[in-house]
Structures are given as C-alpha cells and as structure tokens.
C-alpha cells in the first residue's frame, strides 16, 4: 500500500480505513453474496439503543369490498396490521492482525505486498461466506450434527441441508459442541465444550478431523457450531441471523428463535402468514416444469416472484431440459445484474439463478421486496475506534510487537409478508 506511512498514522487511520479499506471490502462482499448484494437495507427502523428492528406486517386483508343492491357500501374494516420487533444480530465481528516487524517492513519497501492485502482478501472471503450462509440459513446456527463419535479426533456428520455436511467446516475453524438436549431446551444450557476445539483438517463430505479427541468433544447427535455463535434463547446480540430457510417455511424456526416463532409470530397463532412448501418426504423427484408453475400459481396471490434461487444441481437438471431445444439455452434473464436462465412464467420472464448456498434439491421463490436486512448505521461495516491510548482503529496488542483492527456487522433479515415466499425441495439434481 502506497500510503503505509499514513495507514501507521493514528491522525489518518479513520480516513484511510473508510476511504479505502471499508469500499474494497463492500466489494468483496457483493461479489460473493447474490443475497447480501440484492436485499435492500434499512437503518432508519432501529431503534436509538441499536437493539431492535420495527418493522409493520400486514396479517390479512380487508374484507370490505363487494356488490350491493341497495345502494350502501359494504362495512369498513380496520386492517391487522401488526407491529413486530426484530432483534439485531452481532452478524459478524472480525479481527484484523498485524505483525509491528511486518508492518516496519512494509514502510520501508521490505516486503513485495503489503501485510494488509494480504489479511484482509483472506480474512474477507471468510466473512462473506459466513456471511452468505447466515443469510441462507435457519438462524439457529446449526454447523452439522455429530454421526458417529470415537477415541479418536476424527468425526463423521451430516447436515439438514447439504449433503457435503463439511460446506462450511475450513481448516483451523473454531466450533463448539452443544447437546440435543440444550437446543430443544430440556438440558443445561451451557456449551459441551470450551471451544478450543478446531478443525485440522477436512476429510471429505461427512468427515472431518478436530484437534482433540472427539469422545472428548460430543457425543452422537450433538451439533457443532462457530464459536459463541450459539445461543440459548433469542435476544438482542445473540446468535445469528435469520435466513431464508427460517423465513421460507411453513413451522417456527427451530431453536433459539422458535420460542417466539419467526418474529414473534407463532404459526398456530397466524396460519396463513406461513410461505408455500412443496416437499416430497425427502425423496428426490425429477424436475418437472409443472412443479414451478403451480408454486408460482400459489405465490402470486400474495407477491409477483422476482428470482427463483436454485442449487447448482436444480440448475442444471433444468439445464438439460432446455438443451433439447435449440433455441432455448442462452435465452438469458438478468436479476440485478446476475445471469440466470429465463424460466417463463404468464409471459414473464424470470431468472432462474444458481447460488452455491441454496441447499440441495431446492428452488427458492423470492419476493425481492418482501425482504429486508435491517441494520444499525448506512455504513453497514462498522471499524472499532476510540479506544487505548491512540483512540484510532489500529489497536496495539499489549506486551506484544503486534496491531490489530476490529470490525462488526450487526444486522437481521426479516419479511413482512411470509406468504410471498414459496419452497420446492427434493428435486433431484444433474
């Protein structure tokens, strides 16, 4: 980096940081989240302590329309509209490190990169795959779930919605180990484990190796998690961040979030505001066409559909189809700018787009306008500052030659009309 020196100057750190750092690294997350790029977002329903989120939702309709013979109109209805609360997230937080040698030697032209493009393209691409997964996910945090458990550091695990359990399983990845009983709430509600447990290495899709004993670690059934990712019961801070597949569902989200179902909102309590699932009791079913068609028949009551999200192995069995038609394969649709093939619909025409983090077998109906991410500041990536002796953002580790930086997103996904939002799983990929 050209302006080191200045990067070393806590007077122009601020200005560094949010000049050139803070728009590199919106870049990196744009790129490799379609989800976090596409949902627009919104601080100006936070409330002043950055806890909560107040977002309106529309329950039902009024019925106050109809023919009359004598000459009145019909009784006016007061619409349900409800007032939810969402609690924001610590979505993520991330550290920076830097070695003082390092970055002596950066100022003197002694190393061929400087240490900060370095850490921050690695550190990046970690945090928008988090990230991007929080966004696809339940918001329990749930990594895998133990299958087998020996004397030895090596695990077999499965998850709900891959088959490469080991998606988001990277090498020195720290976990936590929580019981069954914890996540249903009938057990103690502590972790199983002091989270210095780490991978070392991934096997293949359902195996991976700890540094620790996994008799040690957890027993059958239990689930991993980032650590202190897990949370014991929804709150403001705590845990993650909802996703699609807590907010596409026709059940509460499961724990920590289904104690108050999604929202607040029970499902027993509000049974039409659930989204649409089509299921085939987990066996995989060829790709139909009509499958679609009647998602979109049922979602369109509610909300036009802009993109339908698709796993890469959806995508191509669609693929295939299209292929028997000469004139149908490159027939391209745009969603923000992302290829995707053209599904037509009522002479619409919409993308049909691959995302590595849909779960497998699935397509993903999206109202874009139905979603929110809502945040607490329009600078969505927040540096810590003003604090130690400096008061800039790069912080002097004590007693050590070294420096660091510290960040956050805070940040929850809600919706205002889950009914908008419709599911197809079990569909059998190229």
Not at 96 to 112: I, N, Y
Not at 232 to 241: Q, S, T, W
Request: proline share 3%; net charge negative.
């Amino acid at each position: 980096m050209a302006e080191l020196d200045e990067f070393l100057n806590i007077d122009d750190q601020k200005e560094l940081f949010n000049e050139f750092v803070t728009p590199e690294v919106e870049i990196q997350l744009r790129g490799r989240s379609k989800l976090w790029d596409m949902i627009r977002k919104d601080w100006k329903h936070t409330d002043v302590e950055g806890l909560y989120a107040k977002q309106k939702v529309a329950l039902e309709a009024p019925q106050s329309t109809g023919a009359s013979y004598d000459d009145k109109y019909p009784d006016s209805q007061i619409v349900d509209v409800n007032k939810v609360i969402l609690y924001i997230k610590r979505a993520e937080m991330f550290s920076l490190g830097f070695s003082g040698f390092a970055l002596e030697a950066a100022r003197r032209d002694g190393v061929t990169m400087p240490p900060w493009e370095l850490e921050h393209d690695l550190l990046f691409l970690t945090m928008s795959e988090d990230l991007s997964r929080q966004l696809m996910m339940d918001g329990s945090g749930r990594l895998c779930q133990l299958v087998t458990c020996g004397a030895d550091p090596t695990t077999d695990v499965k998850n709900a919605f891959f088959a490469d359990a080991t998606k988001f399983l990277k090498k020195k990845r720290r976990l936590e180990v929580h019981t069954l009983a914890d996540i249903i709430g009938a057990g103690k509600a502590v972790s199983s484990y002091d989270g210095t447990l780490k991978v070392a290495s991934v096997t293949d899709a359902d195996t991976f190796e700890l540094n620790a004993n996994c008799s040690v670690s957890g027993d059958v059934d239990d689930y991993y998690f980032n650590h202190k990712a897990y949370a014991v019961a929804e709150g403001a801070g705590l845990g993650e961040m909802m996703g699609l597949m807590g907010i596409i569902s026709d059940a509460n989200p499961p724990q920590p979030n289904s104690t108050y179902g999604l929202q607040q909102l029970k499902v027993a309590d509000y049974p039409e505001w659930v989204a649409k699932v089509d299921s085939n009791g987990g066996t995989p079913r060829d790709f139909e066409e009509s499958l679609f068609i009647k998602m979109l028949n049922h979602i369109s009551s509610f909300a036009d559909t802009d993109v339908i999200l698709v796993s890469e192995g959806v995508y191509n069995s669609y693929y295939k189809i299209l292929r028997q038609f000469v004139s149908l394969p490159n027939a391209k649709a745009l969603w923000g700018g992302w290829d995707g093939i053209a599904f037509i619909y009522n002479g619409k025409r919409i993308p049909m787009v691959s995302d590595k983090f849909v779960p497998d077998g699935c397509a993903l109906f999206i109202s874009q306008k139905d979603l929110i991410i809502h945040v607490m500041t329009p600078d969505i990536l927040t540096w810590e500052s003003g604090f130690g002796s400096g008061g800039g953002y790069l912080q002097k580790v004590a007693d050590y030659n070294r420096y660091k930086a510290e960040g956050h997103i805070f940040a929850n996904m809600g919706t205002h009309r889950r009914n908008a939002f419709g599911i197809i799983k079990d569909i059998k990929e190229a």
